[in-house]
């Protein structure tokens, strides 16, 4: 599409065109690993499937209109997104990381790639000056997740974009979209060089497929991208991307009630005797609430964490009480989720200098009818 749309009209259209063959409005699944050419090398464009596909181009290109980026690549998961974004540099190359960054990725980069000889510090980047100390002369990429998972806290895209820029060799900035969905936050806008995300959240929505994407501008860096994509492989099928589109369309209309719900239980929350402390972005005691304001100008997202007051075993009862609330990992589907971090998704960092702590509570707050939502808290509550 060569017009300009907003956000909510790209969600439905961008990378889509009906099927010429059959005036299809949905894109086909392009269940195929190989197509036919003509004379060796001369094809439409398509020569193996692990190199592309036309369904996945077509999400590909969906993903780089959300991102307000010129190209989107697409993967088997989120790590394998980032996995293979972290194929771009060499042994010794070194990268700044949040100390608060989801599980996985905290276990990719410490217990995988550090064998390889990629080196990394994990700090604090809700602080841009402690970005600027962390810096090393073979520092080539700075890490952000904002929020971040599971603690909601924020980093100052732009801020620390204009530090990373105004270093010699430049250093990239990556930024873990998955909380706040391209709907809420456009990293590459706010000066980021990468965008990343675990599709399998907000973006796919319905919580029934794993994938993963990135988004980038500069051309080099896309070239680079696409021939590790090519390279290892870690690319999803036609089905995984057709049902992640399928998703999408209705990002808008989702992110929308998960940001209007959320709130509600945000102030439910903090007004709670059994709950300790509440961390949502959009909550006024929220210590970044003014920074949430102008990144997330659209909303704060789903996505909350709690402190309970009676530690972890009131935690326990909490996640094991809920009804609606279904106690599970993962995030961002239309279904409310709540579960206890410590010992589902960030056990692996229980060996690092930032466990999460045992008594907090993750929600991922859902689009179901609020006042069901808060009943559903107010029972699994009693007694805590
Ligand atoms: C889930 C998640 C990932 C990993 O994505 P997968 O699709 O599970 O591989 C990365 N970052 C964040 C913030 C996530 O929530």
């Given at each position: 599409?060569?017009?300009?749309y907003?956000?909510?009209?790209?969600?439905?259209?961008?990378?889509?065109?009906?099927?010429?063959?059959?005036?299809?409005?949905?894109?086909?699944?392009y269940?195929?690993?190989?197509?036919?050419?003509?004379?060796?090398?001369e094809?439409?464009?398509?020569?193996?499937?692990?190199?592309?596909n036309?369904?996945?181009t077509a999400?590909?290109?969906?993903?780089?209109?959300?991102?307000?980026?010129?190209?989107?690549?697409?993967?088997?998961?989120?790590?394998?997104?980032?996995?293979?974004?972290?194929?771009?540099?060499?042994?010794?190359?070194?990268?700044?990381?949040?100390?608060?960054?989801?599980?996985?990725?905290?276990?990719?980069?410490?217990?995988?790639?550090?064998?390889?000889?990629?080196?990394?510090?994990?700090?604090?980047?809700?602080?841009p000056?402690?970005?600027?100390?962390?810096?090393?002369?073979?520092?080539?990429?700075?890490w952000?997740?904002?929020?971040?998972?599971?603690?909601?806290?924020?980093?100052?895209?732009r801020?620390?974009?204009?530090?990373?820029?105004?270093?010699?060799?430049?250093?990239?900035?990556?930024?873990?979209?998955?909380?706040?969905?391209?709907?809420?936050q456009?990293?590459?806008?706010?000066?980021?060089?990468?965008?990343?995300?675990?599709?399998?959240?907000?973006?796919?929505?319905?919580?029934?497929?794993?994938?993963?994407?990135?988004?980038v501008n500069?051309?080099?860096?896309?070239?680079?991208?696409?021939?590790?994509?090519?390279?290892?492989?870690?690319?999803?099928?036609?089905?995984?991307?057709?049902?992640?589109?399928?998703?999408?369309?209705?990002?808008?209309?989702?992110?929308?009630?998960?940001?209007?719900?959320?709130?509600?239980?945000?102030?439910?929350?903090?007004?709670?005797?059994?709950?300790?402390?509440?961390?949502?972005?959009?909550?006024e005691?929220?210590?970044?609430h003014?920074?949430?304001?102008?990144?997330?100008?659209?909303?704060?997202?789903?996505?909350?964490?709690?402190?309970?007051?009676?530690?972890?075993?009131?935690?326990?009862?909490?996640?094991?009480?809920?009804?609606?609330?279904?106690?599970?990992?993962?995030?961002g589907?239309?279904e409310?989720?709540?579960e206890?971090?410590?010992?589902?998704t960030?056990?692996?960092?229980?060996?690092?200098?930032?466990?999460v702590?045992?008594?907090?509570?993750?929600?991922?707050?859902g689009?179901e009818?609020?006042?069901d939502l808060?009943?559903?808290?107010?029972s699994?509550?009693?007694?805590?």
């Amino acid at each position: 599409m060569d017009k300009k749309y907003h956000i909510e009209t790209d969600a439905i259209h961008a990378g889509q065109e009906p099927d010429p063959s059959t005036g299809a409005i949905m894109t086909p699944i392009y269940q195929t690993s190989t197509y036919v050419q003509k004379s060796p090398g001369e094809h439409k464009g398509y020569e193996y499937s692990r190199t592309g596909n036309p369904t996945r181009t077509a999400f590909e290109s969906l993903m780089a209109a959300l991102e307000g980026g010129k190209h989107g690549l697409a993967f088997s998961s989120g790590m394998a997104a980032t996995d293979t974004i972290m194929r771009l540099f060499k042994p010794g190359d070194h990268t700044i990381v949040g100390n608060d960054v989801y599980g996985g990725t905290y276990r990719l980069f410490d217990k995988v790639l550090k064998q390889y000889g990629l080196e990394f510090s994990f700090v604090d980047v809700t602080d841009p000056e402690a970005i600027e100390a962390a810096l090393q002369p073979n520092t080539r990429l700075i890490w952000l997740e904002t929020p971040t998972n599971p603690m909601l806290r924020l980093a100052d895209i732009r801020a620390i974009s204009v530090i990373a820029a105004s270093k010699s060799p430049k250093i990239w900035v990556a930024v873990d979209n998955t909380f706040a969905s391209p709907y809420l936050q456009q990293p590459l806008s706010l000066g980021a060089d990468m965008v990343v995300h675990s599709t399998t959240k907000y973006l796919g929505g319905h919580s029934d497929v794993v994938g993963g994407a990135v988004v980038v501008n500069n051309e080099d860096v896309y070239l680079k991208l696409k021939f590790l994509q090519n390279a290892v492989g870690a690319v999803p099928g036609p089905q995984d991307a057709w049902l992640t589109m399928r998703g999408i369309k209705t990002l808008h209309l989702r992110m929308e009630r998960h940001c209007e719900n959320a709130m509600k239980v945000a102030q439910f929350l903090s007004d709670h005797s059994a709950i300790a402390e509440v961390y949502y972005p959009g909550l006024e005691s929220h210590p970044q609430h003014d920074l949430a304001k102008q990144q997330m100008p659209k909303g704060y997202g789903g996505m909350i964490s709690v402190i309970m007051v009676g530690g972890r075993d009131a935690g326990y009862k909490f996640v094991s009480q809920t009804r609606l609330f279904a106690l599970a990992e993962s995030l961002g589907g239309v279904e409310s989720l709540i579960e206890h971090p410590g010992v589902m998704t960030h056990a692996s960092t229980s060996d690092s200098t930032f466990p999460v702590p045992a008594s907090l509570v993750r929600l991922s707050v859902g689009v179901e009818h609020i006042d069901d939502l808060l009943e559903d808290l107010q029972s699994a509550l009693v007694g805590l």
